[in-house]
């Protein structure tokens, strides 16, 4: 199983508690993690197990990487990497503080030797997106393709069954290549693991995923909206938000608009209540922003897209950006990211 901090627990390790993540476990609950640091800096090193020594290693990283101090949590991460040269979890850090700093070759270099479950999905996700963020897209799919290999052991993609088992739900995952599929105009793998998946798996509408392939294969956006208008027909909008799909519909819709009072007027009919996921705003924002890209209003898309990098630095994932029809858009602010890379 995973702890709260991703590392992998045999059932010796369960038996025998790692007191570094156990107390950092209580920081948490208790509301204390701004005593991070200087509890880890209180235990005795010497006296902890390699497990415990290895988490105390990878933690010391972690904390100033949380705070902002790169070039500190850089050589923090180096220093644990040196000592424990095995940890897949060590490495992915170390990876990651690398791209941060600007050394992205030695932080896809250290990637590649991480996979899943080697490193918990959370990790191996944000590799994948780092890859797309610096357009890396064929090791972006390489982080990707280990998970298939459960969905087919497992054959059922229901949501909860497949995240307590430590997958992403296969909505996402399958999103994901569909991304990487788009970028590089090679939909190959994404047909295999769709038709497999079709034949042989369970508990999905699966009707919509061969609606979506088509859609994103031939750039045809049009084709969902029957699908999103009968799903919010039938939805029980009392219990259920439905921000999320009319925010997909008039996404597709947005590509009609011929003024930014049109664009303006189709997105004041997407009411968002307070069950909607926040970031939806966000994809408003960007949906604006793409429009005033169309249409030559440079200074409003500026100004929108400051706005945008506000709330989502690192934009948004590419799983996400494609069900709004906006990795296209995306890919024009990537450079203010990765400074051109």
């Known amino acids: 199983m995973w702890n709260l901090f991703g590392k992998k627990r045999n059932k010796k390790e369960q038996k025998t508690p790692n007191r570094v993540d156990e107390l950092i476990n209580t920081l948490q609950v208790e509301g204390r993690l701004d005593e991070y640091e200087s509890e880890l800096l209180k235990l005795d090193l010497p006296s902890l197990s390699k497990e415990e020594k290895e988490s105390w290693w990878h933690h010391f990283g972690i904390v100033a990487f949380q705070d902002g101090r790169d070039e500190e949590a850089l050589e923090r991460f180096i220093q644990a990497n040196e000592r424990f040269p095995d940890s897949a979890m060590i490495r992915f850090s170390l990876g990651q503080q690398y791209i941060r700093t600007n ?165 004041a009919d997407v009411s968002l209540a307070e069950k909607d996921f926040p970031w939806l705003e966000d994809i408003k924002t960007i949906l604006l922003a793409e429009v005033a890209n169309r249409l030559g209003n440079q200074p409003y898309e500026q100004e929108l897209v400051d706005s945008f990098l506000i709330k989502q630095p690192l934009l948004f994932e590419p799983h996400l950006i494609i069900e709004f029809w906006l990795l296209d858009y995306q890919e024009t602010l990537k450079k203010r990211i990765t400074g051109g890379n």
Not at 132 to 137: A, K
Not at 169 to 196: H, I, K, N, P, Q
Not at 234 to 249: C, E, H, Q, V
């Open 103 to 267: 050394n992205a070759d030695k932080g896809f270099k250290l990637f590649q030797k991480n996979n899943f479950p080697d490193i918990p999905r959370e990790y191996a996700l944000t590799q994948a997106r780092y890859a797309y963020l610096w357009n890396r897209y064929e090791e972006g799919r390489g982080y990707l393709k280990p998970f298939f290999k459960y969905y087919k052991e497992v054959k059922i993609l229901d949501d909860h069954f497949l995240y307590v088992r430590g997958l992403p739900f296969f909505g996402y995952w399958w999103r994901f290549l569909a991304a990487f599929s788009v970028l590089t105009c090679d939909f190959g793998e994404l047909e295999t693991a769709t038709d497999y998946v079709v034949q042989n798996c369970h508990d999905y509408d699966f009707d919509y995923l061969l609606l979506e392939l088509d859609a994103y294969k031939n750039h045809l956006p049009g084709i969902l909206v029957p699908r999103l208008e009968k799903q919010l027909d039938t939805i029980n909008k009392d219990i259920f938000p439905t921000g999320y799909l009319r925010m997909k519909s008039a996404s597709i819709k947005m590509s009609d608009v011929k003024t930014i009072d049109d664009a303006k007027d189709l997105l």
